[in-house]
């Protein structure tokens, strides 16, 4: 048995990775108070304590606009509890899958994104995320032990997320306005931790092989759409499916007629041809993904009733 510390067991990534666990894997959750990656020393701790083959990272500060004004949260979650696993993996031998995110770029090109581009993050999310991958790369003695999973637009059918956002919206109001000139590829969890569990099942092929030259990674669903037209996708998907009536109006609208506290990246596209490549595998359509995603949530909705 593969023994797994995962993070953010309670969150939409965690909840599809716990529904997907393959039968080989010791899969360990702690909630919040067992594990609080506010406190850098605790992650250290739990970590010597569990000793576990792989921390897989899943859990963030990721109140985009929040963040621009808890620093300090934010950088304790993003910075420093990356850099506590690390440093403990390196004592115990176990490795580390950390998810970060397309916000580590300014967004101001319009080509996808390599995974070895400089970094240069808008907001403070994007930065606290950035410095964690830093401090992964400064730690953890060996590069063949670790993996930075960089995702983006990500969604699943459990917990706030963009989907379920513009669910409850259309459920209340007739007429909603949402962002059309910012740009990226859509995520679901269900995607996600499809690869999470991949590379965790061929990491020892990649060792052996030497493949995992360059530990940073790439992935999302294939394609690229503004959020105004992701919205339009779910919620024609949604009317179909009975999640939300028919008949209501999504407008589009420039970014900056909708102030935020936090900028955003205006096209943050990555370049996955890496991990496709590492894992030999292909990428959904985001339409179809949303789409499996959504049915997923209906599927649960109703075992709830």
Not at 6 to 13: A, I, M, N, P, R
Not at 71 to 90: G, Q, S, T, V
Not at 224 to 252: F, V
Not at 262 to 269: K, Q, T
Request: charge should be positive; hydrophobic fraction near 35%; proline fraction near 4%.
């Amino acid at each position: 048995m593969i023994k797994v510390l995962l993070t953010g067991s309670s969150g939409q990534l965690g909840h599809s990775l716990i529904k997907s666990k393959p039968a080989n894997i010791c899969l360990i959750t702690p909630n919040r108070k067992e594990l609080d990656l506010s406190n850098p020393k605790e992650c250290f701790d739990k970590t010597l304590e569990i000793k576990p083959d792989w921390i897989l990272n899943c859990a963030a500060y990721t109140a985009v606009d929040l963040a621009e004004s808890n620093h300090e949260l934010c950088f304790r979650i993003n910075k420093d509890a990356p850099k506590y696993f690390a440093k403990a993996l390196n004592i115990v031998g176990g490795n580390l899958i950390q998810i970060s995110t397309d916000y580590v770029f300014n967004g101001t090109q319009n080509y996808p994104y390599q995974t070895d581009q400089i970094k240069n993050p808008i907001n403070i999310y994007g930065k606290s995320k950035a410095e964690g991958e830093d401090e992964i790369q400064k730690e953890m003695k060996n590069p063949k032990n670790y993996y930075i999973l960089r995702t983006s637009w990500l969604m699943g059918q459990k917990g706030g997320n963009f989907s379920s956002n513009i669910i409850e919206l259309l459920s209340k109001k007739d007429k909603i306005d949402v962002v059309s000139d910012q740009f990226g590829s859509p995520t679901t969890t269900i995607s996600l931790a499809n690869v999470l569990w991949e590379l965790i099942s061929k990491d020892k092929f990649i060792k052996q092989y030497n493949l995992n030259k360059y530990p940073i990674y790439h992935w999302t669903d294939d394609g690229i759409t503004s959020w105004y037209d992701l919205a339009l996708e779910i919620y024609s998907i949604s009317s179909k499916l009975g999640l939300i009536e028919k008949n209501k109006i999504i407008r589009p609208i420039k970014s900056s007629n909708y102030k935020t506290n936090a900028r955003r990246p205006l096209f943050s596209v990555l370049d996955c041809n890496s991990t496709q490549k590492l894992l030999n595998i292909k990428r959904i359509p985001w339409q179809k993904s949303i789409h499996q995603m959504l049915l997923e949530k209906l599927k649960e909705k109703n075992l709830n009733i």
